[in-house]
């Protein structure tokens, strides 16, 4: 008989090894895996959650859950602050939280963490609002080294992310990340300084 736990940690362990599709679309050499964003993401979530006002382990949750539903659909892509398809968008995440109830069905914990993941993916609570605020500035950490590393220009990503964010605090964050860009720095530099009437 399998032990369920070694089962359990076999199958999520696959994260490790599933590219970030928007990476791979743009070329970028050893993307980073779909389980090394959740960890920054949720290490995002563990510093800044308290100054949010937010609720720090849901939110280290909903990190750790947010690419495993990908496991059976695969990363989604998005383009310019919102899905390519709405309607794929809600099949996927319907068949993503039948792989969270498959998952974690395997520890008897299946109702806890699909409560959380159809949270997350419905966006109407303000955990689950700041949490993908948070998804998004880790990806615009990420593209910023790429840049920074390879040289390629990942300005869709930069123009994604400030579409997402509301909070001033991660508008700041995002802010000083725009000012490390040495690629097409200007524009994007300029016009969320605009937004935010931040000086030099």
Known sequence: ?????????????????LPRTGWVREGVKNPESIAEHSF??????????????????????????VNLGELATGDMVTARGEYIDIKKQDEMEKMGGEEIKKIFGKVGNNKQYLSVYREMVNRDTSDAKVFWQLERLEMALQALEYEEEQGKNLEEFFVNTELYLKEPLLK????EILKSRKINKKRSFGKLKDGLGLMN
């Open 1 to 17: 008989m399998k032990n369920k736990y070694l089962d359990f940690f076999k199958t999520v362990g696959k994260s490790k090894r």
């Open 40 to 65: 920054r993401v949720g290490v995002l979530a563990m510093v800044l959650a308290d100054k949010l006002g937010v609720n720090k382990e849901k939110l280290m949750k909903m990190a750790l859950l």
């Open 172 to 175: 700041k964050i995002f802010y």
